[in-house]
């Protein structure tokens, strides 16, 4: 094994050097403050490994993405969510036999109490779904109060990522005033969530196996990205002790930021402002370089992928296989397309490696589907699920009851002495 060295003080120290499956390293600084009294300091944490992994692994030098070993173009290409599902959580593709039944049991948990449809009743309609679905996930909880037991955990699971799409579909129902539609058993998962947000009780939503297969392709792709920062939330909630729901739950609060999962919302409202004023993409393009603007190019850099992210190579190709498979034309896809073509030539984005990410074309899929802007970001924590429930299960696995605790470097005032000014009765 080899190993680092620490001058610090004039004294010499040694680490460990970790080397994962791939050859990343990791100097392992445990011992660090015991040894030397110092911490280790990386706000956003950028050089900094939280745990060792064995679900996703990304290189972003080379625009790579794996599940559990498995590229994501082969994934995105020929698997089902449900089946990835099974593979981010079990850490293994399921057989048949494996596969019926996990099927089964997602369609069996996808009701919800229906004690809890009365808790949609009393949101504003202009509420974000994200903040709705967040709530939900919490409140399951309440319903599921066994949630935290060991024993309980796989029906916790997938009680879990069944009813988050119901979750979702309901909250959209509720937004729009329209009835409530049940799921139905013979559905796939994708299906059923497209049955349960587009029907109506005069007519039953005809699934295509064109949108079917698009909207499985796009939770396939959103499925799992290791420690960003919803995942990482999930795993520091959860290393209190929190159930699954309420880790959860805390992590789609994380991914609902617009430089997180909130970029994909943030994007085609981007693109649109892009169309309304004429097209002028240098206009755009020169303010996102503009450091005195607030404005970015959303949908374009990632903390990790410095080449390209796959996962938009992917999007870009499918947005027009779909969009052509669907008689479909949309002009924020010409105007998504013109956009990188000229930030990708533009220096400022070759010299800081900034391409375009998940998030830049998954929205124009999303909208040709019929889904609407602001539940974007609540398709991409249906897609990230499993992900999620995959990372806090390993975390229980590997830290057991050990709570994640960061340090800092305190920068505040010295000790001083509180003078009243006011005598207390
Ligand atoms: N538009 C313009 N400039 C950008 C952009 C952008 N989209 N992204 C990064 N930059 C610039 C920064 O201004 C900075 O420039 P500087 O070095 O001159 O100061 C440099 O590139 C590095 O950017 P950071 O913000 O330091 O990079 P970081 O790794 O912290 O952030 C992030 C990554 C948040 C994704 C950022 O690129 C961004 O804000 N992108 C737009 C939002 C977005 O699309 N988010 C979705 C990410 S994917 C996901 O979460 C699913």
């Known amino acids: 094994m080899s190993s680092a060295k620490l001058t610090y003080n004039g004294k010499e120290y040694e680490y460990p050097v970790i080397v994962g499956t791939e050859n990343e390293a990791g100097i392992d600084f445990t011992q660090l403050r015991a040894q030397t009294g110092a911490i280790t300091f990386d706000p956003g944490y950028g050089n900094t490994g939280s745990c060792k992994s064995a679900v996703t692994f990304i290189d972003g030098d080379a625009g790579i993405l794996r599940y559990r070993g498995y590229p994501i173009e082969q994934l995105a290409s020929a698997s089902r969510f449900s089946e990835v599902c099974y593979l981010l959580i079990y850490g293994k593709l399921p057989n048949a036999t494996e596969l019926n039944e996990w099927r089964r049991l997602l369609t069996q948990n996808s009701f919800i109490h229906e004690s809890m449809i009365n808790l949609f009743d009393h949101y504003p309609p202009t509420a974000h779904p994200m903040a709705i679905l967040s709530a939900m996930v919490a409140s399951l909880s309440t319903f599921h109060p ?33 009835p409530i539609v049940y799921p139905i058993a013979a559905n796939s998962y994708a ?35 290791e420690q960003n920062c919803s995942t990482s939330t999930v ?7 929190a159930n699954l729901y309420a880790s959860i739950s805390a992590g789609i609060s994380g991914l609902w930021g617009p430089l997180h999962g909130g970029a994909n919302q943030e994007v085609i409202e981007m693109l649109e402002r892009i169309v309304a004023d004429g097209c002028d993409y240098k206009k755009y393009i020169t303010m996102a370089k503009d450091k005195n603007s607030n404005f970015r190019l959303m949908g374009f850099g990632h903390r990790v992928y410095k080449n390209f992210d796959p996962r938009a190579k992917l999007l870009k190709e499918a947005c027009d296989q779909v969009l052509k498979e669907m008689g479909v034309k949309e002009p924020l ?19 800081r490696r900034l391409y375009p990410n998940v998030d830049f074309y998954s929205g124009i899929i999303y909208r040709a589907l019929g889904i609407p802007t602001n539940m974007f970001t609540v398709m991409f924590a249906i897609g ?3 992900g999620w429930i995959a990372q806090w299960r390993e975390m229980r696995a590997e830290f057991g009851n050990k709570i994640h605790r960061p340090r800092q470097i305190y920068i ?3 000790e001083r002495h509180y003078v009243p000014v006011e005598k207390r009765k």
């Not at 049955?195 to 396939?220: C, G, Q």
């Open 146 to 178: 066994d949630s935290n037991n060991e024993d309980q955990l796989d029906t916790t699971i997938v009680r879990l990522l069944a009813k988050a799409k119901t979750l979702a579909a309901f909250t959209y129902k509720k937004t729009r005033g329209e």
């Open 235 to 241: 795993r520091m909630v959860g290393s209190s002790g």
């Open 412 to 414: 505040g005032e010295k």
């Open 191 to 225: 299906a059923n969530f497209l049955y349960m947000m587009f029907s109506t009780p005069a007519e039953p939503y005809v699934i295509s196996p064109v949108i079917e297969n698009a909207l499985n392709m796009l939770l396939v792709l959103h499925a799992d990205h």
């Open 333 to 351: 896809l010409e105007v998504a397309k013109h956009l990188e073509e000229v930030a990708l030539r533009d220096d400022f984005f070759i010299e």
């Open 384 to 386: 990230r699920m499993p």
